[in-house]
């Protein structure tokens, strides 16, 4: 296991800055792994650490305006510079002093070919960049000098992930409860695949279940754990194969309340961070909550319930966002159950993820609608 002090050692010769890459398949902990040395590092690098999601295909201006905007803390949008202008101002920056710069989830390497992978390289002496990636190549092309590529949990480790939140308060694995469904709740890890990810969601779905060897047997021969999904493609979502059985196990569980509140996230772009009080205005608008209730408790308490199913992550009391996965998972769900486009004089908004902006002229369906 990469440690931060391994992380901070680990510099390639020569100035400027230091490429390691963090890789492994959607669900595996990159990212939770990458937080662990960006937080672990705080004292070698200061404030000068930050944070970007540089998305599928993202527009290069705006990744570099994004990444402005962290480093200099400015709301300015720079809306009228070129490219070249943008990446001057960049290069000013983090020339300064040394750096620690995280893009997340870099799918393709378009964006590092231009002038951006120039600009972060030029960093002061010292300066690390820390990619994650679900792509070897992509770290390979960038030049990572230092390559770290997460495993698959073996059984114990799944199985010790999954027991610790299972267990009731003061229950130990050697209660007679526990010993006469173990044999059951292995057979429940094994189906997960040793993705941390679907783990964490498949044991908050069992803390709702009782600790009976009926309850526990029929989630282990649900239908849904044997079906057999395409391998996922290279599209933007990685849903596909081994990994969307686990996922879909926790989703079908939730009551309909709470699925439809899930899906409705697939309208926000990924790595989409909204505050709870916008996001329950939305669900207000859009009729997704019960009418004639508290309705700001019951939106609250819908959140709660999603981030106990490890279906939303809390970023801290005010805002929440979606896991790149469970954000491929909601795209999913939301375009074989509820993926139609037609228009009527109702019709206010339409969101078209994974559609970009050379793309979107293809999509007239909002021609018709009111004006």
Known sequence: MLSSNDFCSKTEKGGGASIISIVGRGGIGKTTF????FNEVEQQFGE??????????PNHKDLVRQILREVCKSSGENTNCSLTNLCTQLQNELSKEKILLVPDDAWEVKWWEEEIGGTLMAGAMGSKILITSRKKYVSEWMGAFYMH???EFSFHQSWYLFVKEVLREGQTEEDSVMHKIKFVGE?????CGGLPLVIKMVRSMMRTKKMSRGDWKSVVDSKILEWKTPAASSSSTEIGGDILPGLMLSYDDLPYYLKICFVYWCIYPEDYEIERETLIMQWVAHGLIEEGIDVEATAN???????RWCLIEEIDLKC???HHILHDLALYIGGREYGHASTTEHTCHLSLPGVHDAEAHQHNTLETANK
């Open 34 to 37: 990458a937080n662990m040395v």
């Open 48 to 57: 000068r650490r930050w944070w970007v999601c540089v998305l599928e295909r």
């Open 149 to 151: 590529e997460l495993q």
């Open 187 to 191: 057979g429940i890890v094994k189906k």
């Open 301 to 307: 308490q819908y959140i709660e319930d999603l981030i």
């Open 320 to 322: 929440c966002k979606l």
